[in-house]
């Protein structure tokens, strides 16, 4: 079941995405991500990078998701930035690249910064990219 809801807090606009963990349904993410960022006029070439390292941060975790999983998707918005943390219950044992791979090599050079941690048998990708063009 695809779920999508969202809220409005005091800082920043926060969207939540769930979707089954398959590969298949990453094209909703991908979309949502460009959606977002184009809200905040992110220029064309920084919403490619943010869809691409969306894109990479579900792979990474769908390789290590737990059968049946559903990958939780939640969107923050504020006035320049769009942080995007990914998070899936994983396989038992399950561990995330080294960040010395290539897939975290990409994550870095297209975001502002890249964080992920492993606790409670759930995997979490943070990603946060800052607009860098003026209005």
Same mark, same amino acid.
């Given at each position: ?65 737990? %059968? #049946? $999983?559903? &990958?939780?998707?939640?969107? +923050?918005?504020?006035?320049?930035? !769009? @942080?995007?943390?990914? /998070?899936?219950? =994983?396989? %038992? #044992? $399950?561990? &995330?690249?080294?960040?010395? +791979?290539?897939?975290?090599?990409? !994550? @870095?050079?297209?975001? /502002?910064?890249? =964080? ?9 990708? +943070? ?9």
């Amino acid at each position: 079941m695809t779920q999508l809801t969202g809220q409005l807090t005091t800082d920043d606009d926060v969207v939540h995405l769930t979707v089954p963990a398959e590969g298949g349904y990453l094209s909703v993410l991908r979309t949502a991500t460009a959606g977002l960022a184009a809200r905040l006029q992110f220029a064309l070439d920084e919403i490619e990078d943010l869809r691409i390292a969306v894109d990479e941060a579900c792979a990474m975790l769908l390789a290590i998701a737990a %059968p #049946g $999983a559903e &990958l939780d998707c939640r969107f +923050s918005v504020t006035e320049d930035a !769009l @942080t995007v943390e990914v /998070t899936v219950p =994983t396989v %038992p #044992g $399950a561990k &995330l690249p080294a960040e010395s +791979s290539f897939a975290w090599k990409v !994550l @870095t050079a297209l975001t /502002t910064s890249a =964080t992920a941690g492993a606790t409670d048998g759930r995997a979490t990708i +943070s990603l946060l990219t800052r607009r860098a063009s003026g209005w």
